[in-house]
């Protein structure tokens, strides 16, 4: 899903866009760090879900900002980064 409607990217993905630096996607708003390392690693909101073993509501909502990611549980965080190959502090 593309972010805005004039995104050069085909694939929407905002968190790997060159354009974009950690935590701001082109147009200076705000990617949080869910967003970026699913984008980094070239994964569906659906795949990093069954990944993970988590609801992808709930992925949903760590990347909208309707969670907060400092908040999320250890046993998430380390599921999250475990299906993303990442540390569970670069989700934080």
């Known amino acids: 899903m593309r972010r805005y409607d004039d995104c050069i990217r085909t694939d929407g993905l905002c968190g790997a866009c ?3 630096s950690r935590g701001r ?8 760090s869910v967003l970026h390392q699913r984008s980094l690693a070239g ?5 990093l879900a ?7 509501r709930q992925i ?3 990347e ?5 990611t400092g908040n999320m549980t250890l046993k998430n965080a380390i599921a999250l980064a475990k299906a993303l ?8």
């Open 85 to 92: 190959g990442c540390e569970p502090g670069d989700l934080l």
């Open 25 to 32: 996607d082109c147009r200076g708003n705000t990617i949080n």
């Open 43 to 47: 994964m569906t909101q659906s795949a």
């Open 50 to 56: 069954k990944a993970a073993g988590i609801n992808i």
């Open 60 to 62: 949903q909502k760590y």
């Open 18 to 20: 060159s354009m974009s």
């Open 64 to 68: 909208s900002g309707e969670y907060d």
